[in-house]
């Protein structure tokens, strides 16, 4: 399975609601889909774990929905720690992540 | 608290060897697939292999099979990932991870990395 991420980059400001994209080439198993945090110089951080449930201590203004080959990571107000890199990633009979999302300051 | 301490990255000659390994601590080592993944200098990330709660399994990505060997002692809650034949596109943070069982192949946990570079 394919990975692609929309859009490559999201400039926005603190506070505006950020909606990332996530499309598989074929439908992913049973919402075996991840998302991940990573920002500049740290290891990726598990946000969201089967397509929608937040993993330890992730703030709820993180929320993840979809199902089959569309999946979405919304940031309901961004936070000044929220501009980062996001990737989604598929595990069933293989993993595969996505190029990742870059969310900057605009 | 959780770890996942990774080493023995360093440079190494295209066609060389390398050993890398990663010490868990503060969880129960037996009980977990171990992972390697990697992710090379400022692109994404690329599972690299796996290995099974026991040892007995291990699978790998086409672009290191036959090339890499996964391997852990549970004894000693260490993982480690014996790399033989490098090449350039080997050169990355090799991170390695702990997963459920399969097919929960997704990561809680992630330590430093240690870093790989493949280079004459």
């Known amino acids: 399975i394919v990975l692609t991420q929309s859009p490559g980059t999201l400039s926005l400001s603190p506070g505006e609601r950020a909606t990332l994209s996530c499309r598989a080439s074929?439908?992913?198993?049973?919402?075996?889909l991840a998302w991940y945090q990573q920002k500049p110089g740290q290891a990726p951080r598990l946000l969201i774990y089967g397509a929608s449930r937040r993993a330890t201590d992730i703030p709820d203004r993180f929320s993840a929905s979809g199902s089959g080959t569309d999946f979405t990571l919304t940031i309901s107000g961004l936070e000044p720690e929220d501009f980062a890199v996001y990737y989604c990633q598929h595990y069933s009979n293989s993993v595969t992540f996505g190029p990742g999302t870059k969310v900057d300051v605009k | 608290q959780m770890y996942l301490v990774e080493s023995g990255g360093g440079v190494v000659q295209p066609g060389g060897s390398l050993r890398l390994s990663c010490a868990a601590s503060?969880?129960?080592?037996?009980?977990?697939?171990m992972h390697w993944v990697r992710q090379a200098p400022d692109t994404g990330l690329e599972w690299v292999a796996v290995?099974?709660?026991?040892?007995?399994?291990?699978f790998y990505a086409d672009s290191v099979k036959g090339r890499f060997t996964i391997s852990r002692d549970n004894s000693k809650t260490t993982l480690y990932l014996q790399m033989n034949n490098v090449r350039p596109e080997d050169t990355a943070l090799y991170y390695c991870?702990?997963?459920?069982?399969?097919?929960?192949?997704?990561?809680?946990?992630w330590g430093r990395g240690t870093l790989v570079t493949v280079s004459s």
């Open positions: 503060g969880f129960s080592f037996n009980r977990y697939a």
């Open positions: 991870l702990r997963s459920e069982y399969f097919p929960y192949w997704y990561y809680d946990i």
């Open positions: 290995i099974t709660y026991d040892g007995y399994n291990a």
């Open positions: 074929q439908s992913v198993t049973s919402n075996h």
